[in-house]
């Protein structure tokens, strides 16, 4: 199937796709719809992010909506109020012909604003699970004449902890209990078909398949070699006190980086975007701490171009639909393989090239591994850019400047890049004198620090990402790590000893004895010799001297019956 005709729809709803400019089906589009048109029963979708999930159960349901009837007709379940919002404008995008009216229920926002869009008669409901249970609760209205219930993303409402509310909600969905029934019994099931839409089949989504689906039909699109052949997938070894100047090095590298930078935690997410943005850099973040506004307003200014950096956690980014991202960057790995393939899906979309960068510090090269093995990806090991690299690439950037800039050259070079004004003759300099000039202007004075290291196993591959390699196979399981990065067990004795040598030469050259601790004791004269020593243990022991405890940390061994004293041998202190 190669076009929307062939998918059983309406030809105003065709009509109307043409104009809104869809012009083919995806894959996931193609398969999913014209079952999805015609089958009664439950259904379940898996399909990588950005491949038209939205619109695969979004068609479907605008064409078997009763437009008479003002009641809620067909309810989406999100996990995150992001990726509601966001469906809520596609969906609103795909019905303008029909005049079909959405309602967004999520917290953070005013109660009396979605309470009016339900009772003026919304035949779809896109909500977040908490907020909904509140207003079902208050019987502000009632979702028991549901068509159909759409479950995006349901693992991870399940990881938030929406089970309970996601049970109360399906069993909100039948009609009162008929004669017969018990009581107090529970429907895990809704009263309507249930849609479960994923990007991979998780044992989350497993469950859940079990628990709320009646054999359902399944569409898989399989994701194998989509990733990899449109997104570039780089992974750099970097100790993780060296990641934010890595990072740093990278955005430097990058005149057209437009894109997200991914951490676990909102801590972490806060401290990055107040570190780059002290360097600098003009970074917003997206995190749960934030106001629903603040992250209206985020989301609204990365889409228009206006901020091209935001730093985001797993769930404040899930579900965004933002085109033409050029990168992707995982600050840290995530536990979970799926999180991983989110993440990089964000990326890459619309037959688009994207890249990918993960900086892996020691800890993580396992869980790097584990990735690799179960996206079946092509993992590159990459080098963060050196400072001559970075300086290069000022120097290009520089240059194009220059050769583009009109009028005076000296005015427009004073006011561009604030030069100094001892640069008298600044026409009289070539061209290549004249950028170094410029490049030197715009070159951070702190730069000379960025001459680091970065690679803590300079160039070589992770013996984790060997495909030859085997646990066990390298006859051990390698060197033990101290509680730092990287740091190996000899190098902690190694730097011990060098700091007591370094001491030792500080006292001496202002003329001060070095404390006792720093001295090279002679063991030879401060402790007796052998026979001396023996001397002192006989006569310790005549005098009744107290005898040293076992090893074990036992008992004395008892006297002898006969007196005499015990034939084990001890010894006694000095």
């Not at 997938?233 to 990641?243: A, G, S």
């Not at 536990?335 to 964000?346: A, C, F, K, L, P």
């Not at 004198?433 to 730069?447: H, P």
């Not at 063991?523 to 010799?529: I, V």
Request: aromatic content about 6%; hydrophobic content about 35%; proline content about 4%.
């Amino acid at each position: 199937m190669s076009s929307f005709e062939d998918l059983g729809l309406s030809p105003e709803l065709i009509t109307h796709l043409e104009g809104i400019g869809f012009v083919a089906p995806t894959e996931i589009q193609t398969k999913a719809i014209p079952i999805l048109l015609k089958h009664e029963g439950d259904f379940i979708g898996l399909a990588a992010t950005g491949t038209g999930k939205t619109a695969a159960f979004g068609l479907p349901m605008i064409e078997q909506l009763d437009m008479s009837k003002k009641v809620p007709q067909a309810l989406i379940l999100s996990p995150t109020r992001e990726l509601a919002l966001q469906i809520v404008e596609q969906l609103k995008t795909l019905s303008t012909f029909k005049k079909m009216k959405v309602a967004a229920i999520y917290g953070g926002s005013s109660y009396r604003t979605q309470i009016d869009e339900v009772r003026r008669g919304a035949h779809v409901i896109v909500a977040t699970p908490g907020r909904l249970i509140d207003l079902l609760d208050q019987g502000v209205f009632h979702i028991r004449e549901l068509k159909t219930l759409v479950l995006d993303e349901a693992d991870e409402m399940i990881s938030m902890g929406f089970r309970d509310s996601l049970e109360e909600i399906l069993e909100q969905t039948h009609a009162e209990k008929q004669d017969g029934e018990e009581k107090g019994a529970k429907q895990r099931r809704a009263g309507c078909r249930t849609w479960l839409f994923s990007a991979t089949m998780s044992p989350a989504i497993k469950k859940i398949t079990s628990l709320y689906l009646n054999d359902p039909t399944l569409v898989e699109v399989q994701r194998k070699g989509n990733l990899s052949e449109q997104i570039t997938q780089l992974y750099f070894t970097v100790k993780e006190d060296l990641k934010l100047k890595a990072l740093t090095h990278l955005l430097d590298a990058l005149n057209d980086f437009y894109g997200i930078i991914f951490c676990e935690t909102k801590m972490k997410c806060a401290q990055i975007e107040q570190e780059l943005n002290k360097k600098g850099y003009h970074v917003e973040s997206l995190h749960g701490d934030k106001s629903q506004k603040e992250r209206e307003w985020t989301l609204k200014r990365f889409k228009n171009k206006d901020v091209k950096v935001i730093v985001a956690t797993d769930v404040a980014a899930r579900g965004l639909d933002i085109s033409d991202l050029t990168h992707v960057v995982n600050y840290s790995l995530p536990w979970d393989v799926e999180s991983y393939v989110h993440r990089i899906g964000r990326t890459g979309r619309n037959g688009k090239t994207g890249f990918s960068y993960t900086l892996v510090s020691p800890r993580e090269l396992s869980l790097l591994k584990t990735v690799q093995q179960k996206t079946k990806a092509n993992l590159i090991k990459g080098n963060i850019p050196t400072l001559a690299e970075v300086l290069n690439h000022k120097l290009k950037t520089a240059s194009e400047t220059i050769l583009n800039l009109k009028g005076g050259l000296k005015e427009s070079l004073k006011e561009s890049f604030k030069v100094s004004a001892e640069f008298q003759a600044l026409n009289d300099l070539t061209k290549e004198e004249l950028i170094f000039r410029v490049l030197a202007s715009k070159v951070d004075a702190s730069a000379s620090d960025y001459e680091v290291p970065f690679d803590f196993l300079n160039g070589r591959i992770p013996r984790e990402m060997d495909p030859n390699f085997k646990a066990g196979s390298y006859g051990s399981r390698g060197p033990r790590t101290d509680s730092r990065p990287g740091f190996m067990r000899g190098d902690r004795r190694r730097e011990r000893s060098n700091s007591i040598h370094f001491a030792k030469d500080r006292f001496a050259k202002r003329g001060e004895e070095a404390p006792t601790s720093f001295r090279d004791r002679d063991r030879s004269e401060e402790r007796p010799e052998r026979s001396e020593r023996s001397e002192r243990s006989e006569g310790r022991g005549e005098r009744g001297g107290f005898s040293r405890r076992p090893r074990s940390g036992g008992s004395m061994p008892p006297p002898r019956r006969d007196g005499a004293p015990s034939q084990r041998r001890t010894r006694t202190f000095e």
